[in-house]
């Protein structure tokens, strides 16, 4: 007897991606979602680091990229976070 396991599976993903949804909707309309989108943009447009990245799958800017990876860790330390970006961003010369 084949059990079917994808139904428990399917009502498991939609669960999940409503609560992604929800926890990224409640992110982008923080005050803390909102410095992080402004710290981000003086990322890009900063000629001092280096924001265009190549080698990522989903070909997200990287603001949005980085919008989108926060917006899904309800417990981040975004000055930390935002700290490890530019020093990992930061040009040398």
Same mark, same amino acid.
């Given at each position: 007897?084949?059990? @079917?396991?994808? !139904?428990?599976?399917?009502?498991?993903?939609?669960?999940? =991606?409503?609560?992604? &949804?929800? /926890?990224?909707?409640?992110?982008?309309?923080?005050?803390?979602?909102? @410095?992080?989108? !402004?710290?981000?943009?003086?990322?890009?447009?900063?000629? =001092?680091?280096?924001? &265009?990245? /190549?080698?990522?799958?989903?070909?997200?800017?990287?603001?949005?990229?980085?919008?989108?990876?926060?917006?899904?860790?309800?417990?981040?330390?975004?000055?930390?976070?935002?700290?490890?970006?530019r020093l990992m961003t930061r040009?040398?010369?």
């Open positions: 007897m084949e059990q @079917n396991i994808s !139904q428990p599976q399917t009502r498991y993903q939609d669960n999940l =991606e409503a609560y992604w &949804n929800l /926890t990224q909707k409640k992110f982008y309309a923080s005050e803390q979602g909102r @410095n992080a989108r !402004q710290m981000l943009q003086e990322l890009v447009e900063s000629p =001092e680091y280096d924001t &265009n990245s /190549t080698y990522f799958e989903n070909n997200l800017p990287f603001r949005e990229r980085h919008l989108d990876y926060m917006s899904k860790q309800p417990h981040l330390d975004i000055t930390g976070y935002m700290s490890n970006l040009k040398r010369g």
